[in-house]
């Protein structure tokens, strides 16, 4: 049975950094395309960042030069660092495997709010 | 850029049927889509993954009360014998390379 589960979210000062994380297991990390998918408080999901199993990654425009996603396959985790945080960035980040998100962790919860 | 576009929102009785449609946007049609369920105050649940043709697969545990077609560029998630625990936002995804897409959600208010 495949389990991802996020952490590392929390309240962060505007222009701050976060480090999240999402820890795998019945699913290699290295293996699957993963991504990192949001949800603003009342809204939609919107799609992140994505690292492919070869370790090309893609961002969403609004965080790119911001947010690096990277992946310890020792550990079979991803990883989101989230620099120069905006009060937008506020929401629920979850991480899912890709294409179809056929998998999905329970959420992490970052503020960023002074 | 493949659009998904859903209606905000949408209700039918306890026990009945509803049909949610997801319209992708010109040139996309034969994409195909996964479904999400999104109850209150939880996190998204995979229900299916929807071809162009209308062949589906669906999550470990999803019912046999969801079932999912497509015609030309509508996808469409049907769920029958509506449940209380079936309130909840719907969301379809696709994809391309390098990018997900999720359409708006639709919020499902079973009556």
């Known amino acids: 049975e495949v389990h991802l589960v996020e952490s590392g979210g929390g309240l962060v000062q505007p222009g701050g950094s976060l480090r999240l994380s999402c820890a795998a297991s019945g699913l290699t990390v290295s293996s699957n395309y993963m991504s990192w998918v949001r949800q603003a408080p009342g809204k939609g999901l919107e799609w992140v960042s994505l690292?492919?199993?070869?370790?090309?990654?893609y961002y969403t425009d609004s965080v790119k030069g911001r947010f690096t996603i990277s992946r310890d396959n020792a550990k079979n985790s991803m990883f989101l660092q989230m620099n120069r945080l905006r009060a937008e960035d506020t929401g629920v980040y979850y991480c899912?495997?890709?294409?179809?998100?056929?998998?999905w962790g329970q959420g992490t919860l970052v503020t960023v709010s002074s | 850029q493949v659009v998904l576009t859903q209606s905000p929102s949408a209700s039918a009785s306890l026990g009945a049927s509803v049909k949610l449609t997801c319209t992708l946007s010109?040139?996309?049609?034969?994409?195909?889509i996964a479904w999400h369920q999104q109850q209150p105050e939880k996190g998204p649940r995979y229900l299916m993954k929807?071809?162009?043709?209308?062949?589906?697969n669906k999550g470990d545990g999803i019912p046999d009360r969801f079932s999912g077609s497509s015609s030309g560029a509508e996808r469409y998630l049907t769920i029958s014998s509506l449940q209380s625990e079936d309130e909840a936002d719907y969301y379809c995804?696709?994809?391309?390379?390098?990018?997900?897409?999720f359409g708006g959600g639709t919020k499902l208010t079973v009556l």
């Open positions: 929807l071809n162009s043709d209308g062949s589906h």
């Open positions: 899912a495997r890709y294409p179809a998100a056929d998998y």
């Open positions: 690292i492919y199993s070869g370790g090309r990654t």
């Open positions: 995804q696709t994809w391309v390379t390098g990018i997900q897409v």
């Open positions: 010109s040139g996309h049609s034969n994409y195909a």
